[in-house]
């Protein structure tokens, strides 16, 4: 029974086999460290790209030190429109959520024609920043100078309804 005694288990002695099996597992640990390592040092590189590139807008500080970057035109035409909505609405008029902006625009024009002309022209250019169109720089300061006669008329008149 080649040293076997009945009823004893074979006994199990590292051999090659045994020896093999391990380094293959190690072989494989290291293998998907190096992977795991090597995405890492990838995606640092990827985030970084863009600010040595100079591909990100200028940074400015804003409160507390943190780091924000320049705001581009069609966020400041949305900024200007929201605002405006806000100063409307505490003059009574708030916009209701079943309506559009050009009919907004149209209750507001009936109802405190002293702020119609710059609505209208801040709705104007809200409008393709709303639905999918993209504005420049010009158009970011038409949509400003807008809110700021809305904001004087709504400051003024103490009360929205004409």
């Given at each position: 029974l080649g040293g076997l005694?009945?009823?004893?288990?074979?006994?199990?002695?590292?051999?090659?086999?045994?020896?093999?099996?391990?380094?293959?597992?190690?072989?494989?640990?290291?293998?998907?460290?190096?992977?795991a390592l090597l995405a890492l040092l990838l995606l640092f590189a990827w985030r970084a790209r863009g600010k040595e590139a100079g591909g990100e807008?200028?940074?400015?500080?804003?409160?507390?030190g943190i780091p924000q970057r320049e705001a581009l035109p069609q966020d400041?035409?949305?900024?200007?429109?929201?605002?405006?909505?806000k100063a409307l609405k505490a003059e009574g008029l708030?916009?209701?959520?079943?309506?559009?902006p050009l009919a907004y625009q149209?209750?507001?024009?009936r109802t405190f024609p002293k702020a119609a002309p710059d609505l209208a022209r801040l709705t104007g250019?809200?409008?393709?920043?709303?639905?999918g169109g993209v504005v420049g720089e010009e158009c970011a300061g038409e949509a400003e100078e807008a809110l700021k006669g809305i904001l004087s008329v709504c400051?003024?008149?103490?009360s929205g309804k004409a």
């Amino acid at each position: 029974l080649g040293g076997l005694e009945a009823g004893e288990p074979p006994r199990v002695e590292p051999g090659p086999r045994a020896l093999g099996e391990a380094g293959v597992a190690l072989a494989a640990l290291s293998a998907s460290l190096t992977l795991a390592l090597l995405a890492l040092l990838l995606l640092f590189a990827w985030r970084a790209r863009g600010k040595e590139a100079g591909g990100e807008k200028e940074e400015k500080r804003g409160r507390g030190g943190i780091p924000q970057r320049e705001a581009l035109p069609q966020d400041r035409v949305r900024r200007a429109y929201a605002l405006a909505l806000k100063a409307l609405k505490a003059e009574g008029l708030p916009r209701f959520p079943f309506e559009g902006p050009l009919a907004y625009q149209a209750r507001v024009a009936r109802t405190f024609p002293k702020a119609a002309p710059d609505l209208a022209r801040l709705t104007g250019l809200y409008l393709p920043v709303r639905y999918g169109g993209v504005v420049g720089e010009e158009c970011a300061g038409e949509a400003e100078e807008a809110l700021k006669g809305i904001l004087s008329v709504c400051s003024t008149s103490g009360s929205g309804k004409a």
